[in-house]
Nanobody
Framework: QVQLVESGGDSVQAGGSLRLSCVAS????????MGWYRQAPGKQRELVAI???????NYADSVKGRFTISRDNAKNTVYLQMNSLKPEDTAVYYC???????????????WGQGTQVTVSS
């Protein structure tokens, strides 16, 4: 079984910064894409940023220029540096990973439990 554990969520004022981390552990062979999603109250979960195993990234338009996703493949860890935070960034942030659990190419999708980010004006 594979576990994703997020950390770094907190309450900050608008304009502040936070860094989220997500560590993958358990019986895994390799990790393909890793990403961050968020879900605000009453809204659907949405993609924030994604990074491939090779380091290519993609961002939601709403966070471009403010958030940076990165990963440390040796540590099976993905990060989300969030700068210039806005109240509309308030949400539960979830880590996501596509994982190969054996040498076979089939990917399995895993989610973390979520970490709360609250931005006050």
């Amino acid at each position: 079984q594979v576990q994703l554990v997020e950390s770094g969520g907190d309450s900050v004022q608008a304009g502040g910064s936070l860094r989220l981390s997500c560590v993958a552990s358990g019986s895994l062979f390799s990790i393909s894409d890793m990403g961050w999603y968020r879900q605000a109250p009453g809204k659907q979960r949405e993609l924030v940023a994604i990074i491939t195993s090779g380091g290519s990234t993609n961002y939601a338009d709403s966070v471009k220029g403010r958030f940076t996703i990165s990963r440390d493949n040796a540590k099976n860890t993905v990060y989300l540096q969030m700068n210039s935070l806005k109240p509309e960034d308030t949400a539960v942030y979830y880590c996501n990973a596509d994982v190969r659990i054996t040498v076979m190419p089939k990917l399995h999708e895993y989610w973390g439990q979520g970490t709360q980010v609250t931005v006050s004006s």
